[in-house]
């Protein structure tokens, strides 16, 4: 099993920056790890996603080129720099694991998620 640990959330003013971060412990080295986001009354969005063993990443149109997922498998950490905010970025942010094989950009296709952490940018 996963358990996965959001953190690094906050409050910025439009095109601030701020770094998540998204501690894994359990099977992390066979997972797909992504971020998503959600808005209130909104759907849950894929934002971006990478896997543990090798470095393609993947983004979600709306945050190419301002948004950049990492990892550091020493530290069993996933990172989401997020660049050039904008205030419809607002939303919770949530890490989520996928321990099949491939790459998937649906939320059902997860199998772990972490708690979320609150992403809040002004005007």
């Known amino acids: 099993q996963v358990q996965l640990v959001e953190s690094g959330g906050g409050s910025v003013q439009a095109g601030g920056s701020l770094r998540l971060s998204c501690a894994a412990s359990?099977?992390?080295?066979?997972?797909?790890m992504a971020w998503f986001r959600q808005a209130p009354g909104e759907e849950r969005e894929f934002v971006a996603t990478?896997?543990?063993?090798?470095?393609?990443?993947y983004y979600a149109d709306s945050v190419k080129g301002r948004f950049t997922i990492s990892r550091d498998n020493a530290k069993n950490t996933v990172y989401l720099q997020l660049n050039s905010l904008k205030p419809e970025d607002t939303a919770v942010y949530y890490c989520a694991a996928r321990l099949y094989s491939g790459y998937a950009r649906e939320s059902v296709e997860y199998d772990y998620w972490g708690q979320g952490t609150q992403v809040t940018v002004s005007s």
């Open positions: 990478i896997r543990w063993s090798g470095g393609n990443t």
């Open positions: 359990g099977r992390t080295s066979t997972s797909y």
